[in-house]
């Protein structure tokens, strides 16, 4: 086996850190885990199968809301984020993301992986059907609240995190990232 790139050893210690966090989530962790291990080139979108991607789990000040997009090319309320494009940083991926798609500024980044999802993106544009890599982080809103919608959204909501819990509103992917968050206390 060749030897990992610096950006991939670190990718494998995040994730491990993760797997000690949330070790019912074994499965979801080999996905990453043997993803990254295989693919130096694992944050570039060209990567025809599939590619890491960031996204930010965008809490009020007070954190009892999330700003979700209602994400125009997939037409779903979804957590803020997007591709790496070459940066194998994840956590500055997932922080210019949220400031991109939300207009906010004043936003602070917690470092640890908070949730991983990997999910099938269909055929859009010419560009084939492939998978996310989804590295979740909670970014926090410290000051003001008011956002403004990217052309990448349809709008943008906060939404009150306890009740996404049970919704038909919200998939699996936020259902379990709200629990996650309650669960924090």
Known sequence: MPEL??????????IDAYAIRHADEAESVAQFRDFMQDHADA????????HLTGAAWLVS??????????????????QLGGHADG??????????????????????????????????IPDHGG?????????????????????????????LAWRDIAAMIGSIDYDESLQRMARKWLARG
């Open 61 to 78: 000040g007070d954190g009892r809301r999330v700003l979700l997009t209602h994400h125009r090319k997939l037409q779903r309320w979804l």
């Open 127 to 155: 560009v084939p059907g492939h998978w996310h890599y989804d590295l979740r982080y909670v970014v926090r809103c410290c000051g003001d609240e008011q956002f403004a919608v990217s052309e990448e959204s349809l709008a």
């Open 87 to 120: 940066d194998v940083d994840l956590v500055a991926v997932a922080l210019r993301e949220a400031e991109e798609e939300s207009g906010l500024h004043d936003l602070a980044i917690e470092p640890e992986i908070f949730d991983l999802d990997r999910h099938w």
């Open 5 to 14: 790139a610096a950006w991939q050893q670190e990718w494998l210690r995040e």
């Open 43 to 50: 944050a570039e979108r060209e990567l025809a199968i599939g």
